[in-house]
């Protein structure tokens, strides 16, 4: 695997405050990483490091092979970046928009007129040429936004919690968007704080308290021993009245942790617990299941919480 | 080179696409500076004549009412109220009613004839100092000249003065003040312009999707320095035309060098807003900083006060200010007919603190574009 998007020991402090410490990952071509972590870990501060905009204290990264603190400018042709913020002008028409992108990274006008012409196709938002941004709907404004990013094919996608506020058949059919990219072969780095989000890239990592701490595949991540620590199972708890009996489950012998999941109650518990368990709770059944992301980084941050205090 | 302005050109064509979309921040920005001048323009006039007088006349006779003419004759004070004692004289200026009082006292006219001082007692009002000067300076001519004539009576004085005031003879003060507001007005208008337009950026999260672009700061910066500098660069023409035709002004000099020398203060000002819209996070921001060079602009350009009068410390100040040079500028060729030998350097001054502030605010936007 030729990494396309690569982080190594990236170090990047302000003033006192370090930001991002010592985060090493990378990404192969085609592939979509997914970045979680909780608002200010330091997911936003990573994509600007890694775009050239801030020289890392340490450390450093490369972005199809060139170094983000030589080649800052050259990076910025090759890559495209969405935020959650969009970055349209909604006085301009959707035509103007995409023309002022396509300038901005220098197009000619044949080859501008060329790629607007594809990005409408794959965007299907020839019909709102001529309409306002700032009248578009969430949806349509975050496509005219993927359009505006990607004017330039660049090889390299940068998405900052791309759909965030956004409705879920919006986000859907933004994400069918990303995967007929990826199918292209263009490399996605998305950060987001939606677990079902994360759960379609192939790999994810969770960066908490500016620290990566988790990378991998999904399943690679739901087997992580941290998560799972041996001697325990994560089990799910199918009652009737999960909310009533939540309080009392925390508090029975060998439960580490209990949440409620849908209708059931998902807790970590000692193995050798379980049968005394389910005696506790007659009327409930009590199955084995693998973690779910969420468990997984839960799980995480407890520990993490724990060895700082 | 290409690379250090990367992006000029697709930048300024989408301001210009703003500025015609948002009609009504067009309007406001061209109609008020035009607004600002009709009221200034008129309201202001720092000759000084018809002050409120209040006189009490004591004496009471012919010498003492010839007195009370020859001050009114002035065209300075204009008597208003006959005070009937002291009290009421005084009572007259502290509320207001008057800004002068004359106390003519009772032995006036027997002091006159004896021969020894008469003296007459002329209360100024100084609240308002150029009331006050002109008060004093006149009374004193007054009564310099009624001495005169009864010394001399019949006779012709052996001194005369003869002042000829050269390119304002009329001493208009719209010939004095119009000239210099054009600095004021264009300079609010064109700081307000830009730094709203940069932060209006920063509040929507454009300016970031823009710093992840290939476009250079400097491409960004004067990119929307052209279309606000065409927009004040027609405001000045009209306001320049209002000036000539409304309120009468005459140009002396060659306003096509008028017009050539406003650049260097248009790129200035427009640099200034650059600068003030890397501090401010949000338009409010924006808005006070601007609102905040006004007056220094006013009071330490030499625009009202003159510079020579300041404390050397105000004086420095004054050679920091944009529009202390353009004011010379403006003056020297619309007053005096002045030309590009005369104003040259003040042009030069003012492209050198342009550029210098233009490299800061990129300096300051390369530094910040990455939070």
Redesign the interface.
């Known amino acids: 695997m030729t990494a396309i998007i690569e982080a190594d020991h990236l170090t990047i402090r302000f003033g006192s405050f370090t930001a991002v410490r010592d985060v090493s990952f990378a990404v192969g071509r085609g592939e979509i990483f997914g970045f979680l972590g909780p608002n200010g870990s330091g997911k936003t501060t990573i994509i600007k490091a890694l775009c050239g905009l801030l020289p890392p204290s340490e450390g450093t990264g490369r972005i199809l092979g060139m170094d983000i603190r030589k080649d800052a400018a050259e990076i910025r042709r090759h890559v495209g970046y969405m935020s959650q913020k969009f970055g349209l002008y909604e006085d301009l028409t959707v035509a103007e928009n995409i023309a002022f992108y396509a300038g901005v990274y220098g197009l000619d006008s044949r080859r501008a007129r060329e790629r607007t012409r594809e990005v409408q196709e794959l965007t299907g938002i020839e019909s709102y040429m001529n309409r306002r941004a700032g009248q578009l709907s969430g949806g349509w404004k975050q496509r005219l936004a993927l359009a505006c990013a990607i004017i330039h094919s660049p090889e390299v996608l940068f998405l900052d919690e791309p759909t965030a506020g956004i409705d879920p058949v919006a986000r859907r059919a933004l994400w069918d968007l990303l995967f007929q990219l990826s199918g292209r072969g263009v490399t996605f780095f998305v950060t987001t704080h939606y677990m079902d989000e994360a759960e379609r890239c192939g790999r994810v990592g969770y960066i908490y308290l500016s620290k990566l701490i988790a990378i991998g595949s999904v399943s690679d991540l739901q087997r992580l021993p941290e998560a799972s620590p041996p001697g325990t199972s994560r089990v799910q708890i199918t009652t009737a009245n999960s909310s009533a009996l939540l309080d009392s489950v925390r508090k029975m012998q060998g439960v580490h942790e209990a949440t409620i999941f849908g209708r059931e109650i998902h807790a970590l518990v000692d193995t050798g617990s379980m049968p005394a368990l389910q005696a506790q709770l007659p009327s409930s059944s009590v199955t084995v299941i693998e973690p779910s992301l969420e468990d997984v980084f839960v799980t995480l941050t407890y520990r993490i919480m724990e060895e700082s205090r | 080179m290409k690379?250090l302005f990367?992006?000029l050109?697709?930048?300024c064509?989408?301001e210009f696409?703003?500025v015609t979309?948002?009609r009504g921040t067009l309007v406001f920005a061209l109609a008020l500076p035009m607004l600002q001048l009709f009221l200034f323009g008129f309201a202001i006039d720092t000759n000084v004549r018809q002050i409120p007088t209040v006189v009490l006349d004591e004496s009471r006779t012919q010498e003492s009412r010839r007195l009370i003419e020859r001050f009114a004759a002035s065209d300075v004070f204009k008597v208003r109220v006959y005070a009937t004692s002291q009290d009421e004289l005084y009572g007259a200026v502290r509320a207001g009613k008057a800004q002068v009082g004359i106390r003519i006292p009772y032995d006036y006219a027997r002091q006159l004839s004896t021969g020894s001082t008469a003296s007459v007692l002329v209360l100024v009002d100084g609240s308002d100092s150029s009331v006050a000067g002109q008060a004093v300076s006149t009374s004193n001519g007054v009564a310099l000249t009624e001495s005169l004539r009864r010394v001399i009576p019949n006779g012709t004085l052996p001194i005369e003065v003869r002042p000829s005031v050269l390119y304002n003879p009329a001493t208009r003060a719209a010939n004095f003040f119009v000239p210099g507001l054009i600095a004021i007005l264009l300079q609010v208008m064109t700081i307000l312009l830009i730094a709203l337009s940069l932060v209006r950026e920063r509040e929507?999260?454009?300016l970031?999707?823009?710093?992840?672009?290939?476009?250079a700061p400097l491409g960004l910066m004067v990119g929307k320095m052209i279309p606000y500098g065409v927009l004040a660069f027609g405001e000045l023409c009209a306001i320049l035309i209002v000036m000539r035709v409304v309120f009468l002004v005459p140009i002396h000099g060659n306003v096509l060098l008028l017009l050539f020398m406003s650049l260097p203060f248009l790129l200035t000002v427009l640099a200034l807003g650059l600068v003030i819209s890397t501090k401010a996070r949000t338009q409010a921001e924006a808005f006070q900083l601007a609102m905040g060079t006004i007056l220094p602009s006013v009071f330490l350009s030499g625009y009202i006060f003159l510079i020579q009068n300041m404390p050397l410390f105000f004086q420095g100040i004054s050679y920091l200010i944009p529009a202390t040079y353009y004011i010379r500028i403006v003056r020297g060729i619309i007053l005096r007919g002045a030309g590009l030998g005369d104003l040259w350097l003040n042009g030069v001054i003012l492209t050198a603190m342009g550029c210098a502030m233009i490299f800061l605010a990129a300096r300051q936007f390369m530094k910040q574009?990455?939070r």
Request: no cysteine; charged share 20%.
């Open positions: 690379h990367y992006g050109l697709p930048v064509r989408k696409l703003h979309r948002d929507h999260g454009t970031e999707q823009l710093t992840m672009t290939p476009v574009g990455a």
